[in-house]
């Protein structure tokens, strides 16, 4: 399928409000999971949306930057892997690993300007020593301006003008090239969350996971919400278990002693 124009140039705006949301990491709509559904919303498909949100998602879901360090730009992957989806009938598991470029493109973009705006760092020291409150706010604006209107070209090149390019590229790879790519989106998944359980995960949350892992895997559901649900109610358990401990400590009294009426606390 192809996109139009005006499709074309609402992605760019698009992807110049979730990227400054990710330049400021403020209310997290640059996340794949809304950027892929954002986008299959401007498409006309948000069924496709959906499905290539959750999977890269899933990728991205151990990937996020700290300080100067910059994952692969999420906002990138999030938006190409739906429109190389839409344009070229590849399913999502197959468009992640045709969209990683263009994510790596995009966060070596971001890195350059790291780098490049350390050159606005001494003009910034002398609206500071001058308490140029107005100054310091128009260079900053300067700056998200750049990176905001970098996100609009990039995702306009890369969704619109390069969509011929794109589609005849993905027809000319060979079945196995394919396949590949096929393979590979469907680990990536796999991979992300792997890396966010490494980082999460603690020794007494593993009771949690194999429950969750047993009712996915052998307990026939339409969709996930139950295990969610039951997730949400073991979370509960530990949240009430951690401030009652915490009232322990701070009281010197277990739950229950003190202050009760004489019915058992109910």
């Not at 399928?1 to 209310?27: K, N, S």
């Not at 971001?110 to 308490?131: G, H, N, P, Q, T």
């Not at 792997?194 to 009771?207: C, D, I, R, S, T």
């Not at 915490?246 to 002693?257: A, N, Q, V, Y």
């Amino acid at each position: 399928m192809t996109i139009t124009l005006g499709q074309g140039i609402a992605l760019a705006v698009m992807a110049v409000i979730v990227g400054v949301d990710f330049w400021f990491e403020a209310l997290f709509i640059f996340r794949p999971i809304i950027v892929c559904t954002l986008t299959g919303i401007i498409l006309g498909d948000v069924r496709l949306g959906l499905l290539a949100g959750g999977l890269t998602e899933l990728a991205f879901a151990g990937l996020t930057p700290a300080g100067g360090t910059q994952p692969p730009n999420p906002v990138l992957a999030g938006i190409m892997t739906t429109v190389i989806a839409y344009t070229t009938g590849k399913d999502p598991a197959t468009a992640i690993g045709l969209a990683l470029p263009f994510s790596f493109l995009m966060q070596y973009i971001i890195l350059f300007y790291y780098s490049a705006f350390s050159l606005f760092m001494k003009r910034a020291d002398k609206y500071a020593e001058e308490a140029d409150g107005k100054g310091i706010l128009q260079l900053n604006m300067l700056m998200t301006g750049i990176v905001a209107v970098t996100y609009g070209v990039v995702v306009f090149l890369s969704a619109y003008v390069a969509q011929d390019a794109m589609q005849a590229l993905v027809t000319a790879m060979p079945e196995w090239l394919t396949h590949g790519f096929e393979i590979a989106g469907g680990i990536l998944p796999a991979v992300g969350f792997g890396m966010l359980l490494k980082v999460m995960l603690k020794g007494e949350f593993v009771p949690y996971l194999i429950i969750g892992f047993v009712m996915a895997s052998f307990i026939p559901f339409s969709n996930l919400l139950p295990v969610a649900v039951v997730g949400l109610a073991m979370a509960l358990i530990v949240l009430n278990d951690e401030r009652n401990r915490r009232k322990t400590i701070t009281t010197g009294t277990s739950p229950g002693e003190g202050g009760g009426d004489g019915n058992d606390g109910i």
